[in-house]
């Protein structure tokens, strides 16, 4: 029995910040939530603390909190700038809006151009935003960055696919390329022979005009 009372008074005695860490750690985020806010407003600078909230309401499946929040944190936040815009990416992505998503994988990347994850998040948002070329490059660091990913082989299959569709439309664009240049040469060829016909006929009609001036000076 007193062993349970001094375990409670242990309990009792951690701040906010520490019940709610935690939680968070131990994977149960909706008991986290309200440590985790009242130390936030315990400790409105604390960075850390923003980050948990913004990662605790994505997996709550509430992205617009998670954005509201984590939009908030960077403004104090000092060292873990990227890990904002990586996250701010994660749910702009599951809200669909794939190009706000590309765009705070790159922020997170200019910071931390080794979190190798940011570049196969990336690269998913370009896929969706039919970016083939960037998508294929990112999937390409990701593999150099992480090896031994479980997602190599089919991140492998992807990058070969990608490949083979550029091939296809870069074929595609010299042939399309080549028949505007025929239909080109075509319209320049019938300008060209208009051109000569005009000239023959210009010239005619100045004999024929030498002849009547001949005739005129006869009479």
């Not at 590309?102 to 039919?130: F, H």
């Amino acid at each position: 029995m007193a062993f349970i009372n001094l375990l409670a008074a242990l309990v009792l005695s951690l701040t906010n910040l520490q019940q709610g860490e935690q939680l968070f750690l131990d994977n149960k985020p909706r008991e986290a939530l309200p440590h985790l806010e009242k130390a936030l407003y315990e400790n409105p600078q604390d960075e850390k603390i923003y980050l948990y909230l913004g990662i605790i309401y994505e997996q709550l499946n509430d992205a617009a909190k998670s954005i509201q929040i984590l939009k908030r944190g960077l403004n104090v936040s000092q060292g873990h700038k990227d890990l904002f815009y990586y996250n701010l990416g994660n749910n702009h992505f599951q809200q669909q809006e794939y190009t706000v998503a590309e765009q705070m994988y790159s922020k997170t990347l200019e910071i931390n151009g080794a979190l190798e994850v940011a570049y196969l998040n990336r690269a998913n948002a370009r896929l969706e935003l039919e970016q083939f070329q960037e998508a294929r490059q990112d999937y390409i660091d990701y593999l150099r960055l992480d090896p031994d990913t479980y997602q190599r082989e089919n991140i492998e299959k992807l990058i070969t696919l990608l490949g083979q569709i550029l091939e296809e439309a870069e074929r595609k664009s010299q042939e399309e390329l080549e028949r505007q240049t025929a239909l080109l040469n075509e319209v320049l060829d019938s300008l060209r022979n208009a051109s000569e016909d005009t000239r023959n006929l210009s010239a005619g009609s100045e004999e024929i005009q030498e002849e009547y001036e001949e005739i005129d000076i006869e009479d």
